[in-house]
């Protein structure tokens, strides 16, 4: 029997659907209109309703895609927009109730729509990086190019070209590599994080809050100062630094856990990368440029903190707080983070492929403070401050000094 996804009062998921967008002016989630989700949902219908028409019905109303010619400055947004969010919402609800083979289905449907492909279209074409080519040197800058883009999403015979490396500043003696796929790639990863996006949301640790919508490193500051401005709070801060996290982590699981097609994640990992006309093979990790990138490093270590509460207890004040793969542990004494805090995160990140920075990764007692997220997090005779740490002053004084020198001859 069809189980509709509305409920009187408020909605259960909530605070899910709400970073997603996905609630409706009463709060409460919309009418499912997708097709079913199984093969069983035909057979258990009444039999005065016709499959068929049914089935024609809610495919029509989720934005099945037509393949006629789409005009692209007519689509309606608010409609597109709204389609997908509802499918989303639908996503979270399934998820919180264990339903796997509801969200494959759920995901599918998203995936193979008119509106989800066109949103994906959407989020390329406008932002920051929409006049950038991959390695085709392709960019989709006309509405004829973005209509026809929507027709090029489509899941068989795809083939991801390799990405395009760039090199960008890190500080002043290093570079941070990037990735940039080609637009086509580009749409393709933002049409399936439209998909994995809310289920990522609704698994995700709580004091998580890198690469997360309504999350910034503010909040992050912030539940550090709730877990450490009390006079009994912990102590002793474990700094944890990951090593080359983007770049290391393990194919192998992630297409083990990572809640999406896996015929499509595995030829973004092993898509390779060009860097000076020469063609490189990945065998771990995925590349820093990518649309859905931070979802998957956020996926790959989220779990973190939930290990961590159910190992220890709360009178060993056990606080994790993490911002994409900076990780910051409180705890009662310097021993309890040594010897068995520290180890503990060691075996989450060798299943992953992943391992701390043994040079970087430090205890601290928080009258000597550390600093995390470009802040100093220390307590000066019992009262805990936070202000900008002394690296970061620095930086920011440097590059008031480079913007002045540049330009004197301005008046």
Known sequence: MEVRAWEDGESECRPVTGRIGAESVEGKIAPRESAPTSIRSFTAREPDKPTKEKKQMTATQAGAFSHKEVNWDSINWNLVNQNVKRLQARIVKATQEG?????????????????????????????????????????????????????????????????????????????????????????????????????????????????????????????????????????????????????????????????????????????????????????AGTPQGGIVSPVLMNLTLNGLERTLKERFSKSERIHCIRFADDILVTGKTRELLETEVTPLIEDFLQVRGLELSTEKTRIAHIEKGVDFLGQNIRKYDGKLLIKPSKKGVKTLLEKVKEIITSNKQTK
Request: with cysteine.
């Open 99 to 283: 339903r796997w083979g509801k969200v494959k289905a759920l995901q599918r449907l998203l995936t193979h729509s008119f509106s989800g492909k066109a949103l994906a279209v959407r989020r390329v074409t406008e932002n920051q990086g929409k006049r950038t080519p991959g390695v085709d040197q392709q960019i989709w800058d006309t509405p004829e190019r973005k209509s026809q883009a929507i027709d090029q999403l489509r899941q068989r015979g795809y083939k991801p070209l390799p990405l395009k490396r760039v090199y960008i500043p890190k500080d002043k003696n290093r570079l941070r590599p990037l990735s940039i796929p080609t637009m086509k790639d580009r749409a393709m990863q933002a049409l399936y994080l439209e998909g994995l996006d809310p289920i990522a949301e609704t698994i995700a640790d709580p004091n998580s809050y890198g690469f997360r919508k309504d999350r910034s490193p503010a909040d992050a500051i912030q539940q550090c100062f709730n877990a450490l401005a009390q006079k009994t709070s912990a102590q002793w801060i474990l700094k944890c630094d990951i090593k080359s996290c983007f770049d290391r982590i393990s194919h192998q699981w992630l297409l083990e856990n990572a809640p999406m097609d896996k015929n499509i994640l595995e030829r973004w990992l092993t898509a390779g990368f060009m860097d000076k006309n020469v063609l490189y093979f990945t065998e």
